[in-house]
């Protein structure tokens, strides 16, 4: 069984919701957000940033969430979350893991942690300016690719929503998800609506 290290509404939910779609059998390890507990000596020895997610199968270690949603499907999930690599699905589906994360994640990131929750000695208020200017545009580029799809690829629900809807509702949080991103408002509900979503958000 595979440990997810996590921290609850973290980026680690991804993955726990991953593997609540697919079935893959885990168990918790859960480290408070910005606690000593993340930069301890033992944790930093698995994940050198003291970060989540990281994840432990049988003494392999791995962190950065796209990595460890591309390996476990791989290994354990046959594939059903992820189209293989070399075809058009697999190369978009990995475009949008991409985004998803960086710019989408980090830059609605930023926003919050700049614009208020880091302490106050550690903010940069230019990072919020840069967010601020460019997340508009970063939640249009995925309001105008829903056109008329359910999920990012098309029919199937995929990977790629697990790491979009993540940073989307940071920025619904802040914001930028409105009237003008009509489809944008249904998809994020179609996958809130997700009994695996739900259970991941409660751990
Ligand atoms: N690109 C990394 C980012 C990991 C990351 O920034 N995780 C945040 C949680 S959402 C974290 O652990 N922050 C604690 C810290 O920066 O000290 C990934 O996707 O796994």
């Avoid at 969430?65 to 075809?87: M, V």
């Amino acid at each position: 069984m595979i440990t997810i290290h996590h921290s609850p509404l973290s980026r680690s939910t991804r993955v726990v919701w991953f593997c609540e779609e697919t079935g893959i059998d885990y168990r918790l390890e859960t480290v408070e957000m910005f606690s000593a507990a993340m930069k301890r000596p033992e944790y930093l020895a698995i994940n050198p940033l003291g970060k989540v997610p990281t994840i432990e199968d049988d003494g392999f270690v791995l962190w950065e969430t796209g990595a460890i949603l591309q390996y476990l499907d791989a290994k354990y999930g046959h594939g059903q979350l992820i189209p293989a690599a070399h075809t058009r699905e697999g190369a978009l589906a990995r475009q949008w893991m991409e985004y998803g994360e960086n710019p989408l994640t980090v830059i609605m990131g930023e926003i919050v942690a700049h614009g208020g929750a880091l302490p106050e000695t550690r903010r940069i208020p230019a990072l919020v300016d840069r967010g601020s200017d460019i997340a508009g545009e970063l939640v249009d580029v995925v309001e105008a690719a829903l056109e008329e799809t359910s999920w990012i690829l098309g029919d199937d629900f995929s990977a790629a929503d697990i790491m979009l809807v993540f940073g989307m509702m940071i920025a619904d949080h802040l914001g930028y998800v409105t009237d003008n991103t009509p489809r944008l408002r249904a998809y994020l509900d179609r996958a809130m609506a997700r009994p695996a979503f739900q259970k991941a958000v409660a751990l």
